[in-house]
């Protein structure tokens, strides 16, 4: 048996070729339903991680995904989402697969074998960012490259990964390791190893976004209005909070150039559009710090 998890054959699914439509799924969805109890296992590493990435963003750093394969084209999905979720630069939380984006359609053989190649991707770093190297089997030689260079430049290092066993594991410098036991197709770490790498990958970017202010209560109050859907959910999220008329919230947002925070610290601070930019940058965009002056004045 191969000490890599996801390599190994799963004991409940050598028949899944004979089996019906309905008990293929079934099957599936089966094995689907252990992966939320395999990333909870990590929740204090998760944990961690979210307060370390926090920590960097306040320091103006920024998070790269390393990753070959599905792990590089989840880290460059969850990395694009960012922009228009949170309104932070492009630069802000980047995505690095291995081959470049022509891996992202197709596969680039070899490629995560190259030690050298790692090293080369991960210059783009700083000592203030962070570098979040995933793979399910933890053992690509282009994450061990670009761990070395990481650890050169004295960048944070966290590994996502879902064997123990894996060399990325003694590399980094935290791990996030969610084990979810054999793929249900041995071998295809697209699947629940994917998905546990897409659910820890969600809970690293929101909640280190939730740390540095970019979300109200659970409202996100930081979105981009760039279409009509946008711009709806951004009257309705001024309305919420300031407690007014969602004709009242679409006339303030007009007049802030469609800034949620921005109208919101008008309508309830009373401030005009200038005063209120202002305040809310010396809170440093926290918006809950803001009004929470309000609530105690």
């Known amino acids: 048996m191969s000490d890599i998890i996801t390599e190994s054959r799963n004991e409940n699914t050598k028949d899944i070729d004979i089996l019906s439509t309905i008990e293929m799924v079934r099957k599936m969805n089966e094995e689907d339903k252990l992966v939320a109890l395999a990333v909870e296992e990590e929740l204090d590493n ?7 990435i926090a920590k960097q963003f306040l320091k103006g750093g920024r998070l790269f995904y390393f990753g070959a394969g599905t792990s590089g084209r989840l880290g460059i999905l969850d990395a694009s989402e960012c922009p228009p979720t949170f309104s932070v630069s492009d630069d802000m939380v980047q995505g690095i697969i291995c081959g470049g984006d022509r891996a992202l359609r197709k596969s680039v053989e070899g490629a995560e074998d190259d030690f050298d190649l790692g090293r080369k991707d991960a210059e783009v770093l700083t000592d203030n960012d962070i570098a979040v190297v995933i793979s399910a089997s933890g053992n690509p030689k282009y994450l061990l ?7 050169e430049i004295g960048t944070k290092t966290i ?8 060399r990325i594991y003694d590399e980094a ?12 197709i041995a071998g295809s770490s697209r699947l629940k190893a994917g998905t546990a790498q897409k659910m820890i990958l969600n809970m690293l970017t929101t909640g280190a976004m939730i740390k540095i202010g970019k979300t109200y209560e659970n409202f996100m109050i930081d979105l981009q209005p760039v279409n009509e ?7 309705r999220i001024v309305a919420q909070i300031a407690d007014v008329s969602h004709s ?3 006339a303030t947002l007009l007049r802030t150039n469609w800034e949620i925070k921005t109208a919101i610290v008008s309508l309830v601070m009373g401030y ?6 202002e305040e809310l940058k010396k809170h440093r965009g926290v918006l809950r710090k803001l009004l929470n002056q309000k609530v105690e004045a």
Request: one cysteine or more; glycine letters at 8%.
């Open 145 to 151: 490259g670009v761990l070395s260079k990481a650890d």
């Open 46 to 52: 998760i944990a961690a991680a979210v307060d370390l």
């Open 229 to 235: 859907k946008l711009k709806d959910r951004a009257i």
């Open 159 to 166: 590994a996502v990964t879902c064997n123990p066993k894996g």
């Open 248 to 250: 009242d919230a679409l």
């Open 173 to 184: 410098g935290l791990v996030i390791c969610a084990e979810v036991g054999p793929e249900v």
């Open 272 to 277: 005009d559009t200038e005063k209120a930019r």
